[in-house]
Nanobody, 119 residues
C-alpha cells in the first residue's frame, strides 16, 4: 500500500504563490498522478494530471487553473509537485494528491494540504 503526504500549504493573499509537494512512500513510476481539491461545502474536484515520465510527463489542467498552476514530478517519480501562481480566493481548498483516476484505491487518500487565499 502506497501512502502519500501532502505539504506546502498555507495562507496567502490574492496574487500570491505556493508550491505543494506530494511525497509517496513507494514508487509511483508506473502511475499517472493528479492533484485534487475540496473547497468548504463542495465536492472534491480534479485539478491537474501528469502522466508517467516514460509516457512523456504529459499534463492537463482544469480550465480555472490553466496558465496559473504547473504540475510536475521528480526524476525518481516518487514525488509530485503543484506550483500555484496568481492565487485567487476561489482556489481556497484542501489539496490532495492521488492516482488518476483516484478511485482505483492503490494510493490511500492523505490528509491533504490546506490552501487559504484571502481577498
Amino acid at each position: 500500500q502506497v501512502q502519500v503526504v501532502e505539504s506546502g500549504g498555507g495562507l496567502v493573499q490574492s496574487g500570491g504563490s505556493l508550491r505543494l509537494s506530494c511525497a509517496a512512500s513507494g514508487s509511483i513510476v508506473y502511475l499517472n498522478m493528479a492533484w485534487y481539491r475540496q473547497a468548504p461545502g463542495k465536492q472534491r474536484e480534479w485539478v491537474a494530471t501528469i502522466t508517467t515520465i516514460t509516457s512523456g510527463s504529459r499534463t492537463n489542467y482544469v480550465n480555472s487553473t490553466k496558465d496559473r498552476f504547473t504540475i510536475s514530478r521528480d526524476n525518481a517519480e516518487n514525488t509530485v509537485y503543484l506550483q500555484m501562481n496568481s492565487l485567487k480566493p476561489e482556489d481556497t481548498a484542501v489539496y490532495y494528491c492521488n492516482t488518476w483516476p483516484a478511485n482505483w484505491g492503490y494510493i490511500s487518500w492523505g490528509q491533504g494540504a490546506q490552501v487559504t487565499v484571502s481577498s
